[in-house]
């Protein structure tokens, strides 16, 4: 009986080949996976905001687009008118103190010193409304008020004479005189065709519909 060459191969001539590492179920599949590479930064430098895929960030905007328009802008002198009438209006509120408690006995005097309560009012509440566009009537009223009480006081001024503990009725005169000025100047400005133009285009932008 002859014997096999000892070149014989048992696996019928096939190859071995190497095999990985095997799984707990026997197969010879490999587990290894592909490592994961993460993407390069943009640019080399870490990604902004904490971007964790690498895209470029931009800064955040704020407020509206570039193209937006951010509505009329307010003239100065609305705002002069307003500060005006805010000066005016604390003044008068410490002056109406004074007549209001001089006034208490004399129906005159109380009744002066609670029109000049309703003209501070006004005062206050105009110079908001002029300011944001809303409109300017309370302030045209307001300063309106003040000079009708300035004359009211140069009249009764004029009455009196000599009669005033030892002043004279022209030294008198000053001191209403005196209050008419920034009504005066506060009238004027809210008068002015910019400060209109402004509350017809805040409207405007408010109400589509509205026509001044």
């Known amino acids: 009986m002859s014997q096999p060459p000892s070149s014989w191969n048992p696996s019928g001539g096939q190859q071995e080949h190497p095999q990985g590492p095997q799984n707990p179920y ?15 930064p943009y640019g080399g430098y870490p990604p902004a905001y904490g971007n964790p895929y690498g895209q470029p960030s931009y ?8 193209g937006a328009s ?15 009438s805010y000066i ?16 208490t006995s004399v129906t005159e ?15 206050i509440f105009g110079a908001v409304q002029v300011t944001s566009g809303s409109g300017r009537l309370m302030l045209l009223v307001g300063n309106g008020l003040q000079l009708a009480l ?19 009725s022209e030294g008198a005169v000053v001191i209403p005189l005196f209050f008419a000025v920034m ?3 506060a009238l004027v400005l809210a008068l002015n065709s910019a400060v ?9 932008a408010q109400n589509p519909q509205w026509r001044q």
């Open 26 to 40: 026997g197969s010879t599949e490999s587990f290894a996976q592909p490592a994961y590479t993460p993407p390069p």
């Open 59 to 66: 800064p955040a905007q704020y407020g509206g687009p570039p």
């Open 70 to 84: 951010a509505g009329p802008e307010r003239p100065g002198a609305a705002l002069a008118a307003a500060v005006l």
């Open 88 to 103: 005016q209006a604390g003044i008068v509120l410490l002056c109406s103190f004074f007549v209001l408690a001089a006034g």
């Open 109 to 123: 005097l109380l009744l002066i010193g609670i029109v000049q309560l309703v003209s501070v009012g006004l005062l």
């Open 150 to 168: 300035v004359a009211y006081y140069l009249i009764r001024i004029s009455t009196l004479g000599t009669d005033l503990e030892g002043a004279d």
């Open 183 to 185: 009504p005066v100047v």
């Open 196 to 204: 209109s133009r402004f509350i017809s285009e805040k409207k405007q």
